[in-house]
């Protein structure tokens, strides 16, 4: 996993919930704790501007051709540069991926590292059941994808007597009906 630093991290003190979309007031966050939110548009700034300078100076560039382009100033809370550390509240508001989003947190308060990627989003309600059984089947993906394999071959096979079987049906079909109607009564 790729990673880089946010300059915006502490080695002392706790932390805040600091996502403006969760209605908390700003949940105090132990050391250690909280949640890390990376969003995709973070990860596509830093994949082409992997310095905090850089980018920052990329997202000050957006805002001034944003501005040009609708011709007033617009509010400078547009864009983030590095990631949010969330509490619980705002992490499930987001629908993250609890144990994921609070490794990348931990990870952050010991190095004030975060992972260039976005951070995964928990899995649908109603993929839940199957995301478990997958797990519970065990990590072997690879064989996973050979069942699969072999039950679509297993269908294809089933298909094709279904197949036969339905045209050998039609020909007596349509040997009957020619003895009833006399087609071969010659
Ligand atoms: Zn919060």
Not at 62 to 91: D, H, K, N, Y
Not at 153 to 163: I, T
Not at 164 to 177: D, E, N, P, W
């Amino acid at each position: 996993m790729q990673y880089f630093h946010d300059p915006s991290w502490h080695p002392i003190g706790d932390g805040r919930c600091s996502d403006n979309n969760c209605p908390c007031p700003e949940t105090p966050i132990p050391r250690g704790e909280g949640y890390l939110y990376v969003g995709p548009e973070v990860v596509e700034l830093r994949l082409q501007h992997p310095s905090h300078e850089s980018a920052v100076g990329e997202l000050a560039a957006r805002m001034r051709s944003m501005q040009v382009g609708m011709g007033f100033p617009v509010a400078t809370s547009f864009g983030r540069v590095g990631p949010v550390l969330v509490c619980e509240e705002g992490a499930r508001l987001r629908g993250l991926n609890l144990r994921i989003a609070g490794a990348d947190a931990k990870h952050w308060w010991r190095t004030g590292e975060v992972p260039l990627r976005a951070t995964p989003l928990a899995p649908a309600a109603w993929l839940r059941p199957m995301a478990a059984r997958g797990t519970a089947r065990g990590p072997s993906s690879a064989a996973d994808d050979r069942h699969h394999v072999e039950a679509k071959k297993g269908g294809g096979v089933l298909l094709l007597l279904a197949a036969i079987g339905f045209l050998l049906v039609m020909a007596l079909v349509v040997v009957a009906i020619g003895e009833q109607i006399g087609w071969w009564s010659f």
